[in-house]
T-cell receptor
Framework: NAGVTQTPKFQVLKTGQSMTLQCAQDMNHEYMSWYRQDPGMGLRLIHYSVGAGITDQGEVPNGYNVSRSTTEDFPLRLLSAAPSQTSVYFC??????????FGNGTRLTVT | RKEVEQDPGPFNVPEGATVAFNCTYSNSASQSFFWYRQDCRKEPKLLMSVYSSGNEDGRFTAQLNRASQYISLLIRDSKLSDSATYLCAVNPSGTYKYIFGTGTRLKVLA
């Protein structure tokens, strides 16, 4: 039972490069979201989706794009990586009023 | 004022001690509340949901005080393995836009 799967686990990028962080879930949850976690800042919501074809911005959306073409997948795209995007990224899913389930994270370093 | 606030700690307690954390929230319309545990460099994992009537799971007790707008987590008989960061999460108005506190770090000492 995979739950929420994030890939890659680690990534190093140079400033200006682009990449996609993958998130896949097999729990048929309607809600999917991306958070970043930085020391002293806690978890901050980047983008979220309440169903296929529907996305919306969270607290810190600048520099990131998302799409939700299927229920299962919610990729996060960094268009032009910046050092300020060095962080740990978590994908989280949920359904109704249930608590969020997190993937095991992607550690991104931008040099 | 932040929407969700926690004392960052660290709380250093001896094994067997009882420790309590609070988490305050600013939006009185908040509907769902949770406590998560996060180990170093790992993802947050659900510890327990917080219900209006309070709930208990073994050594852990969670309570909600709507009048004062805070939730609490009580850990009895602390174990070394309880050492972690404890995050509170609040769903402000049933919108799925959960907001997390920055976490409270607990160290249980032998």
């Amino acid at each position: 039972n995979a739950g929420v799967t994030q890939t890659p686990k680690f990534q190093v990028l140079k400033t200006g490069q682009s990449m996609t962080l993958q998130c896949a879930q097999d729990m048929n949850h309607e809600y999917m979201s991306w958070y970043r976690q930085d020391p002293g800042m806690g978890l901050r919501l980047i983008h979220y989706s309440v169903g296929a074809g529907i996305t919306d911005q969270g607290e810190v959306p600048n520099g990131y794009n998302v799409s939700r073409s299927t229920t299962e997948d919610f990729p996060l795209r960094l268009l032009s990586a910046a050092p300020s995007q060095t962080s740990v990224y978590f994908c989280a899913t949920g359904q109704g009023d249930s608590p969020l389930h997190f993937g095991n994270g992607t550690r991104l370093t931008v040099t | 004022r932040k929407e969700v606030e926690q004392d960052p700690g660290p709380f250093n307690v001896p094994e067997g001690a009882t420790v309590a954390f609070n988490c305050t929230y600013s939006n009185s319309a908040s509907q769902s509340f949770f406590w998560y545990r996060q180990d170093c460099r790992k993802e947050p994992k659900l510890l327990m949901s917080v219900y209006s009537s309070g709930n208990e799971d073994g050594r852990f007790t969670a309570q909600l005080n709507r009048a004062s707008q805070y939730i609490s987590l009580l850990i009895r008989d602390s174990k070394l393995s309880d050492s972690a960061t404890y995050l509170c999460a609040v769903n402000p108005s049933g919108t799925y836009k959960y907001i997390f506190g920055t976490g409270t770090r607990l160290k249980v000492l032998a």
